[in-house]
């Protein structure tokens, strides 16, 4: 089936420590997103990105990274210089055109030890 | 800028009853992208509907109905014979103008709906 993996499901973090969510797709979209859910909140864009090797600052990108060497994977990483990392984070991808609706994986949730 | 904005923080209904889900957005765009996603406890993100701001009919699909005002700005969700399995967070979305091709959305910061047997 088609649809987009994102793991762990769960992370824990130590302070002072990055750590990488991996998201992949394969269904051929070309554009991926990653936002951040606190709770009582909605949706906040951290980082996005509209092709390979190419991606933009959200809402909210200070503290955190991102690489697209590959069009299926879009890994967000949790540097420490993200303060309050403790979060829900939900990976989405858009195919060309967008035709249909932003596709959204199951999300990471993400604590601090 | 864009804005979403969900008054209703959480809404609870009896079983059966009728619910209405309001969404108010702000944009100084003609062209854009209305949503509305449902996320249950498990936590994905379930795409319920979207409408772009040409088209200003209602929609009805199930138990499931849309009502889109363009002149006051509302997007509203209402779900008629509620059921227990429709208790979720319900989030509206505006993305951005068309031209701009980046799809980005703005989220509000949703309604948590919670239907009581």
């Known amino acids: 089936d088609g649809g987009i993996t994102q793991s762990p499901k769960y992370l824990f973090r130590k302070e002072g420590q990055n750590v990488t969510l991996s998201c992949e797709q394969n269904?051929?979209?070309?554009?991926m997103y990653w936002y951040r859910q606190d709770p009582g909140q909605g949706l906040r864009l951290i980082y996005y990105?509209?092709?390979?090797?190419?991606?933009q600052k959200g809402d909210i990108a200070e503290g955190y990274s991102v690489s697209r060497e590959k069009k299926e994977s879009f890994p967000l990483t949790v540097t420490s210089a993200q303060k309050n990392p403790t979060a829900f984070y939900l990976c989405?991808?858009?195919?060309?055109?967008?035709?249909?609706?932003?596709?959204f994986g199951d999300g990471t949730r993400l604590s601090i030890l | 800028a864009q804005k979403v904005t969900q008054a209703q923080t959480e809404i609870s209904v009896v079983e059966k009853e009728d619910v209405t889900l309001d969404c108010v957005y702000e944009?100084?765009?003609?062209?854009?992208?209305l949503f509305w996603y449902k996320q249950p406890p498990s936590g994905e993100l379930v795409f319920l509907i979207r409408r772009n701001s040409f088209d200003e009919q209602n929609e009805i699909s199930g138990r499931y109905s849309w009502n889109f005002q363009k002149s006051t700005s509302s997007f509203n969700f209402t779900i008629t014979a509620s059921q227990v399995v429709d208790s979720a967070v319900y989030f509206c979305a505006l993305s951005d103008p068309l031209w701009a091709g980046s799809y980005q959305l703005t989220f509000g910061k949703g309604t948590k709906l919670s239907v009581i047997p």
């Open positions: 269904l051929n979209h070309d554009a």
């Open positions: 990105s509209q092709i390979v090797n190419d991606f």
């Open positions: 944009t100084r765009d003609t062209t854009y992208y």
């Open positions: 989405a991808s858009l195919g060309q055109g967008a035709t249909q609706p932003q596709h």
